[in-house]
């Protein structure tokens, strides 16, 4: 079994060598910045991105509500923080 793992482990420390070979390798060039709706034409006009997976809003914790919120407002989607911008609101979005 030890030597099935020790294998195992050279497998994977070669594998990640050679990732890592062709990443260092590799020659990054800037092709263009764009909205992410333009590069994604699946995103629809009020769609969200942050670096999570998917979440609904009942799950959300509060900065990230907040962050919506705020996004709300800066895009135009509603007039400001006050009491207006509530679930409903949001979930419009």
């Not at 895009?75 to 509530?86: I, Q, S, V």
Request: net charge positive.
């Amino acid at each position: 079994m030890k030597v099935a793992i020790e294998a195992r482990v050279r497998k994977i420390d070669t594998a990640n060598a050679e990732t890592l070979r062709r990443m260092l390798a590799g020659d990054p060039v800037l092709v263009d910045v764009v909205p992410a709706g333009q590069a994604i034409r699946a995103l629809g006009a009020r769609h969200i991105l942050h670096a999570r997976p998917p979440i609904g809003w009942e799950r959300m914790c509060g900065p990230l509500r907040g962050a919506i919120a705020g996004i709300a407002v800066s895009e135009g989607w509603a007039k400001d923080l006050g009491p207006e911008l509530h679930l409903r609101q949001l979930r419009s979005i």
